[in-house]
């Protein structure tokens, strides 16, 4: 608690935590990076998008997000604009309204990539069905 004094007052706030600084991401998120092209039908590779995806790990997971399942869909443009859907493993989680920037970015240094969406969803929520094998495999995760 701090105290503040004014006019032989005293006030007792409380101190701002990390949670007052974080987006509210409870009805979806949507993070943006990039820049249009000037060049049209520009199509960058799907296969590219995909590496770049699999550069970012989730900070609690050893695995990348790719692999993890988050990614729900990629759509990408004639005119090298690319609009990405993905989850989190939850909803709490403390990188949700960091994520989803993280991704436009890297994916926005994409060679022939312009503009880049991401929306952050919770429906259909992530369950542990969606990762990759290698995921399962790294995480010894059994059904």
């Known amino acids: 608690m701090i105290e503040l004094s004014r006019d032989n007052e005293f006030t007792k706030i409380n101190e701002p935590t990390l949670k ?5 991401v409870s009805n979806g998120f949507t993070a943006t990076a990039g ?3 000037s060049k049209k039908d520009v199509q960058p590779e799907e296969s590219k998008i995909i590496d ?12 990348n997000i790719y692999d993890l399942g988050l990614i729900y869909s990629i759509e990408i443009h004639s005119e090298g604009n690319v ?11 403390p990188v949700a309204g ?14 022939d990539v312009g503009f880049v969406k991401v929306m952050l969803v919770w429906d259909p929520p992530w369950s542990p069905e969606r990762m990759s094998e290698d995921a399962k495999l790294a995480l010894d995760y059994s059904f």
Do not use: N, R, W, Y
């Not at 609009?83 to 989680?93: E, N, V």
């Open 35 to 37: 820049f249009e092209l």
């Open 52 to 63: 770049a995806l699999m550069e970012v790990k989730d900070p609690e997971i050893p695995v």
């Open 83 to 93: 609009d990405i859907t993905m989850s989190l493993t939850a909803p709490g989680c």
């Open 20 to 24: 007052d600084f974080m987006p509210d």
């Open 98 to 111: 960091e994520m989803p920037k993280q991704v436009a970015q890297k994916v926005a240094s994409v060679e």
